[in-house]
Structure formats: structure tokens, C-alpha cells
């Protein structure tokens, strides 16, 4: 049978089956099911600067039993003792801030707390016209040597795909002392309600057309820089988990799918896996991690402006075929 497992952030995982942060991987109860269900490692919902700096204890909540969203830092480092001491499989905490910061420092209270490995993620929207694209980057690479000063644990970056030149600032994240980089951060855009004349936040859930966007950043990475690659938006079925892992993924983090579908949901995802791998006569992921990333395909162009035209000119002959 296929063997699946992975490295990831230097961490030895079971299986490339990641949660992501979401609600589900914020109470011990998701956690466990998580687990049970085959999840390869677990990624706790993020504790947001903006909750370290206000933070006020929250009696209502039992320790260690859920966090993240608004709980608190101490539900937090609760439930990341908690989860370290009945899970297996590695527990990676969340970080999610912008600014520079004393926020930052909480990174050591997570290790501490027996985090095994630490994701950052970064979101920033710049809507400010004096802010250019550098001082932006500038920005992310500050707070990532922030957070990397204040603890020797794995450190992954969250990233946006807005980046005029994403090769480059991947480069400078890991330069920074990024150890992974998960591909990419979903941001959710805002919706406009016509009768009441008000903005609304919209969370929708992926599907998995979403996929090409990672798919492609993370062919493009492979191999380019020391580290990690961790594929997420858009995962949702066997073939996508596949499809990343070919590009070069280490691993395949979902959050939609889990939360649309329940823990379950990855049941039958490794079995698919293991299925097409035995198939295919593929032993290890090792074998097939990669090989469709741009450096070993045998038209790298594809993933590049290259096939443009004639991405355009196929869909004008399908069309007049009809
Ligand atoms: C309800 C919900 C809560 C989320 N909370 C977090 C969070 O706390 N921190 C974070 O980094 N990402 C968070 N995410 C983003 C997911 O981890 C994931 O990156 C995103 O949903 C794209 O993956 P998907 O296509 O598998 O859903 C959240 C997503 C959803 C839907």
C-alpha cells in the first residue's frame, strides 16, 4: 500500500492531509475528530493581534476546550497544551498580524505552550495611495523577522497572491527566516447589499476552481527556495490533492471542504490517494511530489504568459464548433 508520508517544516506527518485553521481546529472536539479522521497535522485558528492587545479573560469558557476568534490569549495557550497532550500528530498554532509590535512576542508563549510548529499569517490590505508595493513587502519581511526573532520553533507565512513579483518576495520570506510558505492566505471580499445600501462581509466557502492559483505558484516555487510548500484554497477532493502534491506541494491544507463535508470528509480522501498512487505504481510521495512542477515539465512556459494565446485561441475554437 502507498505510503504517505510527508515532510513538512522539517516535521515527520502521517500523511499531506492538513487543517487549516477554521473554526473546527479551534475546539479539542474538532481536533479529535480531525485526528481520528487522518489528518497528517493540525493548524489551530489564529490568535489575532488585535486580541493580544485588548485581551480581557473570558470566564465563560472552559480552559483548553476552544479558541481562537475572540476567546483569548490564556483559552488559547489552553488549548494548545491540551491539544499537544491528547493529539499524536503535529499541532501547529496560528498567528495573524500586521503591525510591528509587542504581539509579536507571543510567538515564544506558543512554543512554550508545546506548539510544535508556528503558521503567521499576514493579512494586510493596503488601501493607502502613498503606500507603494516595496513599502508593503518591506512591511510582511518586518514582521516576519519579528516573529522569527521570538522563537526557535518551525515558522510558516500565510501569503497573499497579490505580489508583482512572488518569486522574488518567496525568496525574501525565507531569507527572513520563513521555513514554509502556505500558498495562499483566501481573503475575503466585501459585498455590496443593493435594497439596504450597506456593505457586507461575505465569507463563502472554495470549490475547488480555486485550485489553480496555488497550483500554479506552487509549481513555479518548487525547488526554487529551502522550504516548505503547503497548498492551500481549492482543496477539496482527491484529484486536487494530487494535483498539488505533482506541482510540489509537501502538503494539501483544506479548511472548506472540511467545514462543508465534516472531519469525515478525509476518509476517503486517503484512501482515493492511496488507490490512484497503487495504480500509477507510486510508493512514496517522494515519487511523485514535483513532477509536474515548471522545472520539470517538459514546457515550463505553461505556467507562464507563454501559453496565453494559446490558452485564448482554444476557447475561440470550441466555441465555433458549436
Ligand atoms: C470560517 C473560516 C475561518 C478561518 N479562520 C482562519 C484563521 O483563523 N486563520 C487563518 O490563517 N485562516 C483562517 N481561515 C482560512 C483557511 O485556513 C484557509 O486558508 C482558506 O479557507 C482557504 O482554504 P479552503 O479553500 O480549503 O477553504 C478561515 C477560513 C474560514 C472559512
Not at 98 to 119: F, H, I, M, P, T
Not at 160 to 169: C, G, K
Not at 208 to 237: D, M, N
Request: proline share 6%; net charge neutral.
Amino acid at each position: 500500500m502507498a505510503d504517505l508520508r510527508t515532510r513538512y517544516l522539517g516535521l515527520e506527518l502521517r500523511s499531506p492531509l492538513v487543517a487549516s485553521s477554521s473554526p473546527l481546529t479551534g475546539s479539542l472536539d474538532g481536533l479529535r475528530r480531525l485526528e481520528a479522521a487522518g489528518a497528517g497535522a493540525v493548524v489551530l485558528p489564529s490568535l489575532f493581534e488585535e486580541e493580544l492587545a485588548e485581551a480581557q479573560p473570558r470566564p465563560d469558557l472552559e480552559p483548553g476546550e476552544r479558541a481562537g476568534y475572540g476567546a483569548g490569549p490564556d483559552a488559547y495557550l489552553a488549548l494548545v497544551t491540551r491539544a499537544k497532550q491528547e493529539l499524536s500528530v503535529p499541532v501547529i498554532a496560528s498567528l495573524n498580524g500586521v503591525s510591528r509590535g509587542g504581539w509579536s512576542g507571543y510567538a515564544a508563549r506558543l512554543e512554550e505552550a508545546g506548539a510544535d510548529a508556528l503558521e503567521l499569517n499576514v493579512y494586510y490590505v493596503s488601501s493607502r495611495p502613498g503606500q507603494s508595493g516595496s513599502d508593503v513587502e518591506w512591511h510582511y519581511l518586518d514582521v516576519v523577522r519579528a516573529v522569527r526573532r521570538a522563537t526557535g520553533i518551525p515558522l510558516a507565512v500565510k501569503l497573499s497572491p497579490y505580489f508583482s513579483s512572488l518569486a522574488n518576495m518567496a525568496g525574501q520570506l525565507v531569507e527572513a527566516g520563513a521555513n514554509g510558505l502556505i500558498l495562499f492566505n483566501r481573503f475575503y471580499q466585501p459585498d455590496l447589499d443593493i435594497e439596504a445600501m450597506e456593505v457586507l462581509p461575505a465569507l463563502e466557502l472554495s470549490t475547488s476552481v480555486e485550485l489553480r492559483l496555488p497550483l500554479r505558484w506552487i509549481a513555479i516555487l518548487h525547488r526554487r527556495h529551502r522550504v516548505s510548500l503547503a497548498a492551500s484554497t481549492g482543496v477539496h477532493t482527491a484529484t486536487d490533492v494530487l494535483k498539488v502534491v505533482l506541482a510540489g506541494a509537501d502538503v494539501a491544507m483544506m479548511t472548506s471542504a472540511l467545514l462543508r463535508n465534516g472531519p469525515d470528509h478525509l476518509r476517503p480522501l486517503e484512501v482515493q490517494v492511496r488507490d490512484w498512487m497503487d495504480r500509477h505504481g507510486f510508493e512514496t510521495l517522494d515519487q511523485l511530489r514535483g513532477r509536474l512542477s515548471q522545472r520539470t515539465v517538459p514546457n515550463p512556459a505553461a505556467f507562464e504568459r507563454a501559453n496565453y494565446i494559446k490558452t485564448l485561441a482554444s476557447h475561440s475554437a470550441q466555441g465555433t464548433r458549436r
